[in-house]
């Protein structure tokens, strides 16, 4: 992985990451996993970063607390400055030895400050409380606290479970509010939808005449969803694509920055870095970019501080794929591929005009020369949506119909998107094992590419028309080091 865009530290994992922007800087407080057994304490470390592409480490932040502490696994929550220029973080404390009147591993809210600009912070332990009347003590995470102008006071939206009802549905966002930071008083509860296991790294932010509500659903689908509002207190309205990314991208909260809003989440592992394995928790921080629509839903895209880690795409012409290239194949199929590998980090813009009817089109990325082994990004107009793919899928058994092929697609990364005929634009960009995919500028798909390190790149269509009106790969400066850096001028391609 180049690393220019996303942040991953030596030997370790990027969990749940706090954002806090500050004169211009973004200072990114993340949970970082070792991974290690036995457990050895989760502290949180800090990465700062101006342009959002390239990460300064700097190391531990906040420590665990210790073998026998409270806080000996020192889990998400939120920073604030106060009116006296004071630093606070409150976080998650969890011992796995530590039991609540459930019997569940102990959750507390925890505080701290820093008064030297958040290099140290010292604990405030005698402000550590746990999940009040009506809630599960082994739920009371992932504090957010933010000031309410108009109420005087500061609100802490917190991760909670009822102590009562459907298992399933239990989650709720708690709050509890103070006038001083340090005592907190519970209210009613923010958010109460009683769908959900859990409402993991609660935020709000205000944009605009809009109030927004954003989660990560702890629950069958393990994504990161929003909600919108004229007021602060709701109600609370469901958009129609309600999600930032697909299974893959997870716990992803925001800064703002000259009228611009980031969202920082992390790009999941799989197991034995296989396409197959399961998914882990933690990975690679990954930036979505949020903009907002004039109903106010928004849509994502990565930061164009990062696409131009590339170099502008109009100021290039290597093109992959001739434009005006026309793929027909009305019951069939036909694709494209370049004429050499790919390098193993690009970004490649793909611009296509869909017939009317067409089933489905995209992207083969890492494929064999005869394009029938590889990473499949496909549009579906019928279905509207985006899905991956890849092929050969995982064998069952030694016969040739033993595969997993009644899975039409990696289903925890389908992707809601409009797909009238006309052009539509799939920009992928891939770094080593990451992919992060993205269609016409307002919907993401992020995932790993682990099984296939290399290949070609080409177009697609199957049952259908397309006009390939640009197919431009963009490398990094300089290449692959140990490449020709000429190699990977792409400007021939093979038709079938």
């Known amino acids: 992985m180049n690393q220019r865009g996303f942040h991953q530290p030596n030997g370790a994992w990027v969990g749940d990451v706090i954002p806090w922007q500050e004169d211009g800087v973004f200072h990114l407080f993340y949970l970082h996993e070792s991974r290690r057994v036995p457990k050895i304490g989760m502290p949180w470390h800090r990465v700062t970063t101006r342009n959002l592409v390239d990460f300064d480490d700097l190391g531990e932040a906040l420590a665990s607390g210790g073998p026998s502490a409270p806080d000996f696994n020192v889990y998400t929550g939120s920073v604030v400055l106060d009116p006296d220029g004071v630093h606070h973080v409150f976080y998650t404390g969890q011992h796995p030895e530590r039991r609540g009147a459930d019997g569940l591993a102990l959750q507390l809210v925890m505080h701290a400050v820093s008064t030297d600009g958040m290099r140290t912070w010292e604990r405030r332990e005698a402000d550590t409380f746990g999940a009040t009347a009506g809630y599960e003590t082994a739920d009371w995470r992932d504090p957010f606290v933010f000031w309410d102008e108009d109420a005087a006071v500061w609100r802490m939206l917190i991760t909670a479970r009822h102590a009562h009802g459907p298992e399933r549905r239990r989650g709720v966002i708690a709050q509890c509010t103070s006038t001083d930071l340090s005592i907190w008083e519970p209210v009613e509860p923010f958010w109460d939808p009683r769908r959900y296991i859990a409402h993991e790294c609660p935020e709000v932010f205000q944009w605009g005449d809009w109030w927004y509500l954003v989660y990560s659903e702890f629950s069958e689908s393990f994504t990161t969803r929003y909600r919108m509002s004229r007021t602060l207190h709701g109600p609370w309205l469901v958009p129609e694509h309600d999600t930032l990314d697909g299974r893959a991208y997870y716990a992803a909260k925001s800064a703002a920055r000259d009228g611009r809003r980031f969202f920082f989440g992390w790009i999941a592992s799989r197991e034995g870095a296989h396409d197959a394995g399961a998914w882990q928790w933690a990975g690679t921080m990954s930036v979505l970019e949020a903009e907002q629509r004039a109903d106010g839903s928004l849509a994502f895209h990565p930061p164009v501080e990062l696409r131009e880690t590339f170099g502008p795409a109009e100021e290039r012409t290597d093109a992959v794929i001739t434009s005006g290239t026309v793929l027909s194949a009305p019951d069939g199929y036909a694709d494209a591929l370049s004429a050499v590998d790919a390098p193993s980090s690009f970004r490649l813009v793909a611009r296509f005009d869909i017939a009317p009817g067409t089933t489905e089109c995209g992207v083969l990325l890492r494929a064999s020369d005869d394009g029938d082994a590889g990473y499949v990004l496909r549009l579906e107009p019928k279905r509207d949506r985006l899905v991956f793919d ?80 640009a197919c431009t790969l963009l490398e990094r400066d300089g290449g692959d080091s140990d490449d020709d850096p000429t190699s990977h001028r792409l400007l021939t391609s093979t038709t079938s």
């Open 390 to 469: 890849r092929w050969p899928r995982s064998s069952t058994g030694t016969e040739q119909w033993q595969i997993s092929g009644d899975v039409p697609f990696v289903v925890e990364l389908e992707r809601p998107c409009y797909l009238a005929p006309g052009l539509h634009e799939l920009e992928v960009i891939v770094d080593g094992d990451l992919c992060v995919a993205t269609v016409d500028d307002a919907v993401v798909l992020s995932t790993r590419l682990y099984d296939r390190p290399a290949g070609r790149v080409g177009v697609f269509v199957g049952e259908g028309t397309v006009t390939v009106e």
